[in-house]
């Protein structure tokens, strides 16, 4: 009875209600209005890029949820790897990931970000994102419709709610050691600054 | 009891400056053919802005070039009666005039300029280089109709302004002195095809290029007031001012309307080209304007 994906499920989603009877009336607020308003930042990496457009042009039209893209990574909450990655294209990834403000949230799109999908021997294609930076959500598929990135924006919109220690950004902070040690050994000598000199003197 | 009244109208004017931009959104996207976001969503975004971290430095001008525009909105909005009769919702108008609203609606470019110039990005100062490119021409027919309006009422007052206007509105009386400074009007409210400053697809964010967190927040903030400032002069320049709240909420939101539909409709033009067409239209409309006083 308490082995498989629903019961699985039903655990997260009771953790995450858990986690928001704890919150203030002003912390839920708070969440609530970041969960309405998010700024993207579409990275278009791969072949995912061709369904964005039309999930933010009239077909579909996600501005509804309050998402709306912008230009440049220091305003945007949400960045959005659509696809697979090579180690160049990561290292620009990473880069405009490390200058988003905080909080910040990042959706793995489509199955390259998960396992490396349809790339999975390719030689100079990273397999798992998640190794190298904290998705927060996957959008399985190959391509994802439009649709299921939406799906993937409401989940997100939840996760924020519940305002969760476990968010990436935070895990990005706290174990910082292990997403670098992964960026290094892809990388080799060629690697951006550290970005842990960033969060100097904060509590973590 | 002034102080309370000044409260006042900043809150009328955050409160209804975003209200207007959710709608513009909203009655945009209707004409794209789709749903759009809800009328509150400016107001999300503002406090999201607001409580998020602010992650850039490029020293003290670029933190004070926000706190600078949006000082210069504030004033404009304090300066500029909201009704033209009774004690409240007056402001400072009684202290300034139509020529110091004018000077201060400058102050905003020009702290925008500083404040872009130190961050160094070059989309940024591309974009201001456009506004401040695109303000010298909007400025002439602006003023142009505004010295008419003066020299029609015979005085800089706003209170005299508005009273002269009881029998008939400007916009019938000098119907090209209104043209002008209508169409003025469209290119200070960024809209189409006037919106060369903060351009996408052209130099994405424009001047807000590298402004993130509060700083963002503020220049947010302060363009919905600025918007607001700016319904509010030209309902008191051409349509005689409010007698009370409900007359000029339906005055500032029909003029609001008619610019949103004509940004919706109309492709925007390139920098020389706007610069082009003020000077030589509206301009000349401005000028014929004045000549038949």
């Known amino acids: 009875m308490d082995e498989g994906f629903i019961p699985y499920q039903q655990s997260l989603e009771d953790e995450e209600q858990s986690i928001k009877s704890t919150q203030s009336v002003i912390e839920q607020a708070i969440a609530w209005f970041r969960a309405h308003s998010m700024f993207v930042l579409a990275y278009g990496t791969g072949c995912g890029a061709i369904e964005m457009p039309p999930t933010f042009t009239s077909r579909y039209d996600i501005e509804r949820l309050g998402v709306v893209g912008v230009a440049t990574p220091r305003q945007a909450d949400i960045l959005i790897v659509s696809g697979y990655c090579s180690p160049k294209t990561l290292k620009r990834v990473i880069r405009s990931y490390e200058q988003m403000s905080e909080p910040k949230y990042i959706i793995g799109l489509g199955s390259c970000t998960i396992n490396g999908g349809m790339y999975w021997d390719s030689y100079n294609t990273i397999k798992k994102l998640d190794d190298f930076l904290p998705v927060d959500m996957y959008v399985n598929g190959c391509m994802p419709r439009p649709e299921a990135l939406i799906e993937g924006f409401v989940k997100l919109q939840e996760k924020i709610r519940a305002n969760s220690s476990e968010a990436g950004y935070i895990q990005y902070r706290t174990r910082y050691a292990h997403y670098r040690a992964n960026q290094e050994r892809l990388f080799g000598t060629q690697v951006q600054p550290r970005y842990e000199e960033n969060f100097a003197g904060m509590n973590l | ?293």
């Open chain 2, 1 to 293: 009891m002034l102080l309370l009244d000044l409260l006042l109208m900043l809150l009328i004017a955050y409160g209804f400056g975003f209200l207007y931009y959710g709608l513009y959104r909203n009655l945009s996207a209707r004409v794209h053919g789709r749903f759009g976001p809800s009328l509150a969503q400016s107001f999300s975004d503002s406090i999201k802005l607001f409580v998020k971290e602010e992650s850039t430095t490029f020293g003290w001008m670029f933190y004070l070039g926000p706190v600078i525009m949006a000082s210069g909105a504030v004033l404009n909005v304090l300066f500029i009666p909201f009704l033209n009769q009774g004690e409240s919702l007056q402001g400072l108008s009684s202290y300034g005039n139509l020529i110091v609203v004018l000077y201060l609606m400058v102050l905003g470019p020009l702290g925008n300029a500083l404040g872009v110039g130190s961050s160094g990005n070059p989309f940024g100062v591309m974009g201001v280089t456009r506004g401040l490119t695109r303000l010298l021409a909007l400025e002439l027919p602006f003023y142009l109709a505004a010295i008419g309006v003066m020299i029609d009422a015979g005085s800089a007052d706003f209170g005299i302004i508005m009273q002269a206007q009881s029998t008939q509105s400007n916009m019938f009386a000098h119907p090209l002195l209104f043209a002008a400074a209508f169409i003025s009007f469209l290119g200070f409210m960024g809209k189409s095809p006037f919106d060369v400053v903060g351009a996408p697809q052209e130099v994405y964010s424009g001047p807000a290029t590298e402004f993130s967190g509060k700083f963002l927040a503020l220049l947010m903030s302060q363009s919905a007031m600025f918007s607001f400032a700016k319904l509010l002069l030209m309902v008191n320049l051409f349509w005689g001012g409010a007698d009370h709240l409900g007359e000029l909420v339906a005055k500032t939101f029909v003029l609001f309307v008619a610019a949103t539909f004509i940004g919706s409709v109309y492709a925007r033009f390139s920098t020389v080209q706007s610069v082009e067409f003020l000077i030589r239209i509206p301009t000349l409309l401005g000028i014929v304007g004045l000549a038949l006083l």
